[in-house]
């Protein structure tokens, strides 16, 4: 109850309109109990139809060969790694949301924890697809995982930064997985209490482990939360520290940066918010959720679009600084005439980059557009584009033109199987996200209680007259009510 | 005591029924483990027996459909081993390579009883063991699939096969009081001579017609002129100091460019100790490989050849250059000075099909001494006979009907001749017509029979490239096919008893003087006559006439120029797909002809000006290119246009060998046939056309280059060129240059240790390097394609190519620098570039499987089926040398039915060509055929360096450097590259390395990678190297550094 004072009352309250627990569970848990709606239904259908164009797509590069896309002999990575790094990076904020603001004690995480934290998890299970579709014989993609075997001292090379990703997105994968888990299994334990059929009982009962919301399993809860956010922080700078290593340790101008891993990490926060922008402003409206997901919520998080873009445009501009200042001739060819040359081959899409990603979300320096539904919707599309373009001109612009000008690439642009991979993963990410808030509850119905009477709009002018209170009042209030 | 019995309790001590059936038991007490129902594990439905038979057979059921085996091919052993055969060892047979008029001896590896592999023969003093690219691709011609399988009859589009004695009795029908004319290309097999005397004989009234595609009529016209003779003498490039040639293109495709080239390789090699070079200076019209390679260029418009001529004779003669001006003059004057200054030691050529042209050439050449010194006459190159006007005349006699039966080998004139489609007339009009060439092509198939002779593999002969010096052919395979050896056709005809074989047999015996001396021959592939060298009286009485025959002439904006390409030559190996794969030189296009434009043409006619880099930009990044209409001759055609610097403002280049309609699946319909630009000029026919109208049209072409970016952009990094001039005065340049680039990092002399924090490896033992003079390198092409039959390099197709995708291990790069818009300041390099297995791969950290590592040889090695295809090690190559299998291009994959014939992805015919089991027995089986989704590059020919290993060993001493060579090495008609072992201070790479240490330098050497391939920089005769701004004073160089840029 410590907690409980320092809740400001300048502080906009988290959960509006007049809400008690059962009212809560209520508006959460209700989806799932009714029958999905026509736009749920529309949506789904859609998701699955690019999913398995998708999955064409992907037979049709096993079965015919990497020739499918349009890569060639200068640029081995085109769609396929950018679009990897684009979904890793997507993977980001639900982690950052889940593990480190809980750690940090920020009360808005838990309005949109549960679902960013899903979208971690689809977006990773996206973010993997193309690791291992892209490669040439992905019958044999089992050689990257270091198992004994009977060829001999043959083992996988600890050097590759590829197979540092192999680690570094099975384990962010795992513990993301296990710490959503964790955290829906009081939620599930509702839903098995509320549910009238047979079926959702006993489906429910199996997901919510036994849970009976005793003492003793919220206090093991607790920790476990805490162990699994301890875990998670520091995975949330590996990921991406480890994406970045795939370039950063090559020998490729352009790709060859130690900027990269803090470059990386703040990019990838920043489409990870985004895209929780962009999902958010859809549910709330769609499942009626505007009193748990309000204009606090994505205001809060436009703040750290517009931080993290900055970020990321400081890492841009030092970047093309060094490239000038240093003496690496090559490098500063790549930026030079690669990217910062408009009128060259591939010179729209920095522009495209700097404009969507560092430009744009100044934006949001102006609390009106902060707080502005479509403002916002539009500049998380565009921001998802930018990060796209980022990925796009990292690793296409820097290899199409490298050291040898006899090696130098023609234009490269996708095949219609390459671009149904893409598609294909937004089948997946989709599929997954209807299947979720139909069978899920979209909002961490437990955690949503635990901060409503400090910061529910019904509450909070209650407790207004706290600030003002010395603590020995306070603690004396306390203990004489309960 | 044994009946002492000890009980553990009373139970057991009485035996009670319970006990027993306890006893029996494995565990005596129930188990605690309860099953799902409520039963114990031993009445559970599945067992724990059960458990692991499923366990076991799921985990084999699941690896069994993983490994996804192929099936297997069972290969059927010897039951009688021939005796001096062993399966997996290659044999050598010494044979000749006969393409045309041209000879080379080579030598053939025969594995198993495939010829596999074609190498210059080094005991021959005529090639000195050169080989061109179609040398090395004639091997795949022996298992093409277009070849004609046995003799038939035509009528129409439809043949008949017919057994070779109904073929005989047929065609003797038809012969018979006929008056035949026999059409084969020039013909200096001494055997083969006496065969066709025989022939003739035979058949009264009939004569023997020596047709060459590409002729030289006007040299055999003007040598009879001047000399004499109707002849052509042989060249030695060699003993010039000065070569000048006039649009002759020497090294490429000019009468013995293999032979020229290994010559003309001595003048090159460059001795730091005594910094000396030739000096070639070139005047043409488009770009040749001989004019890329030139010191000095000058072009001019194709019909001023004559006018150059002249001029150049007169600035050597005394009385001036007429008839030119501006750079022209100047730089006929500046050669003039040079040739009189050479005198003895001078060299003029002229590609001309003119005979007045060629007559003053041989006035320039005789007025600077050169006859007897740099040219022989004691022993003419007998490569090319044939003369224009009497093929000419044969036409008009088939008309006529003076001639009324036609035996064709070996040539094509219903393709190659100007006049097609009027020999084609003619032909139909024989009483009988017989082709005795390989393949039903364009003249066979108007024919009404076909006798298919054997390939060049599989037949006995000889030939007589020049004068004295004989090279001997043996089979090295049983005949694939029902086909006879045209020889032994045309003595069967003649009613002759002997066969070719035992002809060839007796006449060598006789002429060597025993049958030890004939089998020595045989093995040693060639018999020389001491070489003598000698002059001729040269007759300048035509010279005036000539002079004044071909000044005054002018031609109209564009002119064109007809040329061969180094790849495809005259055409008749346009089924080859190693060929048509390999790029050209200078344009880098595969699967293709095109017209070759000047930039100006681009800037005036298409609009796109190469010199402002972003129209630049646009164009080369597109494979599509801009199609014009030609009006020649009143003859239109739609050709691509590909903008070459260094081509003169109106010229057009058009290369001959397309536009093939019967030449098989992979080479028809390969372009557009540009023969029909020929024109008769009364004496010869002639290659250029004075005037071509022209029109853009709004269509694209796309033609698929291997390398779009024309210019290495100032990276010396990259590329180091210095002018002798330059090196005279300061030896250490290069070392300089290289010292500042690596200064940060321990400067020369530490840099290997201080450019990285790691340790350093020391290398015991062999280590394996090569050594790659760019200064004899001319850019040929050979070892790509010696690289592509050694190592099984697949084919991918036009299709593929204008993806980006070839697979070619070893390739060349070419840039050129200078001002595209003055073709004489047009500079052009080429540098080969393979795997550098360099010590500190980038690739090789990269690989998350490990598949690329590093051999304790030095060799960076692929383990294809280790690699899972993440292409990592392709994006971190900096040279850009590792080729991924985007498709199925081997038919080797474990996939069925996965190669696509439309939609994305799909492949040529040409790649089912060469997947066709007949074409398959071309492929080294020493060399893994590569599945598709695996990275493959270089391997430094590792199969030769273990069977070299293996050899020393088995014969108990060191290795050397006889032992190994790598398949680039042996083809390099110029001797370019060196491979050996670098620790060995004796091998040649460890001296060329040593003594050429001013030179010495590693592409791209300051991001220490350390390779083991290097380079010598190339030294050119010039006046400064375009575009080098550090070896060069004032503004000037910045000019052309800009210059450079946009080339």
């Known amino acids: 109850m410590a907690a409980f004072k320092y809740e400001s009352h300048v502080r906009e309250p988290l959960v509006e309109g007049k809400k008690d627990y059962h009212q809560v569970t209520e508006d959460i848990v209700r989806p799932i109990e009714s029958s999905p709606s026509k736009l749920w239904w529309v949506g789904f259908i859609i998701s699955v139809i690019l999913l398995l164009f998708g999955v064409y797509s992907i037979y049709r590069e096993v079965t015919y060969g990497v020739g499918e896309w349009n890569l060639n002999k200068t640029i081995g990575w085109g769609w396929d790694i950018t679009n990897f790094v684009w979904w890793v990076g997507i993977g980001h904020a639900g982690t950052l949301i889940s593990a480190i603001l809980l750690l940090f004690r920020q009360g808005w995480r838990t309005g949109v924890n549960r679902a960013a934290e899903a979208m971690t998890i689809f977006a990773v299970m996206c973010a993997g697809q193309f690791p291992i579709w892209h490669m040439g014989r992905v019958w044999m993609a089992f050689f990257v995982l270091p198992y004994p075997n009977t060829r001999g001292p043959l083992w996988v090379n600890f050097n590759s930064p590829l197979l540092w990703d192999v680690f570094a997105i099975s384990t962010y994968f795992t513990v993301s997985l296990l710490f959503w888990y964790s955290g829906l299994i009081p939620d599930l334990a509702t839903v098995r209490d509320r549910a009238k059929l047979k079926w959702r009982k006993k489906m429910y009962g199996v997901l919510a482990f036994g849970w009976t919301g005793s003492t003793k399993h919220w206090q093991r809860h607790e920790s476990l939360s805490l162990v699994l956010a301890g875990m998670s922080t520091p995975l949330v700078l590996s990921v991406h520290t480890v994406v970045s290593f795939d370039f950063a340790t090559s020998v490729i101008p352009g790709w060859h940066t130690t900027i990269f891993p803090p470059y990386f990490v703040a990019g990838a926060i920043f489409s990870g918010f985004a895209m929780v922008q962009t999902l958010l402003l859809i549910t709330r409206k769609v499942l009626k959720l505007e009193e748990y997901i309000t204009l606090e919520h994505i205001e809060v998080m436009n703040k750290v679009i517009v931080l993290t873009g900055s970020i990321v445009g400081i890492a841009y501009l030092t970047e093309l600084f060094i490239s000038w200042y240093g003496q690496n001739k090559f490098e500063g060819w790549a930026f030079m005439h690669n990217r910062l040359d408009l009128f060259s081959p591939y010179g729209w899409s920095y522009y495209l980059m700097m404009g969507c990603n560092v430009l744009s979300p100044q934006i949001f320096w102006f609390r009106k557009m902060r707080r502005n539904l479509f403002v916002t919707f539009f500049m998380s599309i565009l921001v998802n584009i930018g990060m796209w373009f980022e990925r796009f001109v990292i690793i296409v612009t820097s290899i199409y033109r490298d050291y040898l000008p006899s090696s130098w690439s023609t234009y490269y642009t996708p095949t219609i199987y390459e671009i149904g991979f893409y598609v294909g993963t937004f089948g997946l990410f989709f599929t997954c996200y209807f299947l979720f808030s139909k069978f899920f509850p979209v909002i961490a119905v437990a955690e949503i209680k635990h901060i409503l009477k400090k910061s529910g709009e019904a509450y909070k002018p209650a407790n207004e007259k706290v600030e003002t209170e010395s603590t020995e009042e306070f603690y004396h209030q306390v203990s004489h009510h309960h | ?1047």
């Open chain 2, 1 to 1047: 005591m044994a009946k002492k019995k000890y009980w553990q309790s009373f139970t057991e001590l009485n035996q009670t029924e319970t006990h027993q059936k306890l006893a029996a038991n494995e565990f005596r007490e129930e188990l605690p483990v309860v099953s799902g129902e409520g039963k114990g594990i031993e009445n559970a439905s599945a067992s724990r027996r059960d458990f692991l038979k499923y366990l076991g057979f799921s985990t084999a059921a699941a690896m069994a459909a993983a490994s996804c085996e192929t099936p297997v091919k069972k290969a059927i052993p010897y039951l009688n081993k021939p005796q001096n055969l062993v399966p997996g060892v290659a044999d050598y047979y010494a044979t000749t390579y006969v393409s045309g008029g041209e000879a080379i001896p080579v030598v053939a590896k025969v594995r198993d009883g495939r010829p596999i592999k074609l190498e210059g023969n080094t005991l021959s003093t005529y090639s000195k063991g050169g080989t061109s690219a179609r040398v090395q691709a004639a091997v795949l011609d022996l298992y093409d699939t277009a070849r004609l399988r046995t003799p038939v009859s035509i009528s129409g589009d439809a043949s008949t096969a017919l057994a070779i004695d109904a073929a005989d009795k047929a065609i003797l029908e038809g012969l018979k009081d006929a008056k035949v004319a026999l059409v084969t290309p020039s013909i200096s097999s001494p055997t083969t001579k006496l065969v066709i005397a025989e022939f003739l004989a035979k058949y009264p009234g009939s004569r023997h017609v020596q047709f060459d595609a590409v002729s030289y009529s006007s040299l055999l016209l003007a040598n009879e002129a001047s000399f004499g003779k109707k002849a052509i003498p042989s060249y030695h490039f060699e003993n010039a100091k000065v070569i000048v040639s006039l649009s002759a293109d020497f090294l490429g495709t000019w009468l013995s460019p293999v032979t020229f080239a290994k010559q003309y390789a001595a003048g090159r090699k460059f001795d730091q100790k005594n910094p000396e070079l030739s000096l070639h200076v070139q005047f043409e019209s488009a770009l040749s490989l001989t004019g890329s390679n030139a010191d000095k260029r000058y072009t001019h418009a194709p019909s001023a050849e004559g006018t150059v001529a002249a001029a150049l004779l007169g600035a050597v003669s005394g009385t001036g250059a007429t008839g030119v001006e501006g750079a022209l003059k100047k730089g006929i004057e500046a050669t003039a000075e040079a040739l009189k200054a050479a005198a003895g030691k001078a060299l003029v050529v002229s590609g001309s099909t003119d005979p007045n042209v060629q007559i003053i050439v041989n006035a320039i050449n005789n007025a600077v001494g050169a006859y007897g010194t740099t040219i022989n006459w004691a022993a003419p190159l007998q490569v090319a006979q044939g003369i224009d006007s009497e093929f000419e005349t044969l036409v008009a006699d088939l008309n006529s009907g003076a001639v009324n039966a036609v035996v064709i080998y070996g040539v094509n004139p219903a393709y190659e001749y100007y006049n097609a489609a009027g020999f084609a007339a003619a032909l139909k009009k024989a009483k009988i017509s017989v082709s005795l060439s390989e393949r039903l092509d364009e003249t066979a198939s108007l024919c009404k029979y076909a006798v298919p002779s054997h390939h060049f593999l599989e037949s006995w002969g000889d030939a007589e490239p020049k004068a004295g010096s004989y090279t001997l052919m043996q089979p090295t395979i049983n005949p694939l096919f029902k086909t006879r050896q045209f020889q032994d056709s045309l003595l069967v005809w003649a009613g002759s008893a002997n066969t070719y074989e035992s002809l060839f047999k007796s006449t060598w015996t006789s002429k060597l003087g025993s049958a030890d001396a004939y089998m020595k021959a045989l093995q040693d592939g060639v018999v020389e006559a001491p070489a003598t060298v000698a002059g001729a009286a040269f007759n300048g009485a035509g010279v005036a006439a000539a002079v004044s025959a071909v000044s005054g002439k002018k031609g109209g904006k564009y002119e064109l120029v007809v040329y061969q390409k180094v790849s495809l030559g005259d055409g008749k190996q346009a089924n080859n797909p190693w060929l048509q794969e390999l790029p050209d030189p200078i344009t880098k296009a595969t699967w293709d002809n095109y017209a070759i434009v000047s930039p100006q043409f681009g800037k005036e006619v298409l609009k796109i000006d190469i010199a402002d880099s972003r129209q630049a930009d646009k164009y080369e990044v597109f494979m599509k290119k801009p199609v014009v209409k030609f009006t020649i001759n009143k003859k239109e055609i739609e050709l691509p246009v590909l903008i070459v610097p260094g081509v003169h403002a109106g010229t057009i280049a058009i290369a001959v060998g397309y536009g093939r309609t019967k030449a098989g699946k992979a080479g028809n319909e390969v372009g557009k046939n540009a023969y029909q630009f020929l024109t008769y000029s009364g004496s010869t026919v002639s290659w250029t056309v004075s005037d071509v109208a022209i029109a853009k049209t709004e269509t694209w072409y796309e033609v698929a280059q291997t390398q779009t970016h024309s210019s290495y952009e100032g990276r010396h990094e990259v590329i180091k060129e210095v002018t002798l001039k330059d090196f005279k005065a300061n030896p250490e340049l290069i070392r300089e240059e290289r010292n500042a680039e690596l200064k940060n990092y321990g400067g020369l002399d530490n840099y290997e240790r201080d450019g990285s924090p790691y340790p350093l490896h020391d290398r015991p033992g062999i280590k394996w390097g090569m050594s790659i003079d760019l200064n004899s390198c001319i850019g040929c092409g050979a070892c790509s394609v010696a690289c592509t039959a050694e190592n099984n390099i697949p084919v991918v197709g036009k299709s593929e190519v204008l993806r980006f995708h070839e697979m070619h291990w070893m390739r060349i790069d070419r840039y050129f620098s200078g001002n595209p818009y003055d073709a004489d300041s047009v500079q052009t390099i080429y540098q080969p570039m393979l795997c550098q297995h360099c010590d500190n791969a980038p690739c090789e950290n990269v690989c998350p499987v490990a598949a690329t590592n590093h051999s304790s040889e030095g060799i960076n090695q692929m383990t294809y089926n280790r690699c899972i295809g993440t292409r990592y090690c392709a994006n971190n190559c900096p040279y850009k040398v590792r080729r991924f299998n985007w498709l199925d291009y081997t038919g080797a994959d474990s996939f069925k039915d996965n190669q696509l014939t439309e939609g994305v992805g799909k492949l040529d015919p040409a790649v089912f060509q060469m997947n066709d089991d007949l074409t398959r027995m071309v492929l080294n089986p020493d060399v893994t055929v590569r599945s598709r989704g695996v990275i493959e590059k270089c391997s430094f020919c590792v199969q030769r360096t273990q069977e070299g290993k293996l050899k020393a060993k088995k014969e108990g001493r060191v290795l050397e450097d006889t032992d190994v060579k790598s398949a680039c090495q042996q083809a390099c008609p110029t001797d370019a590259i060196v491979f050996g072992n670098a620790n060995n201070p004796e091998s040649e790479i460890s001296k060329v390395r040593k003594s050429n240490s001013q030179r010495y330098f590693a592409a791209l050497e300051q991001i220490h990678v350390l390779p083991s391939v290097t380079y010598l920089a190339k030294v050119r005769n010039a006046e400064h190297i375009a575009g080098h701004a550090e070896h060069e004073g004032g503004a000037e160089h910045a000019e052309a550094k800009h210059e450079e840029k946009h080339a």
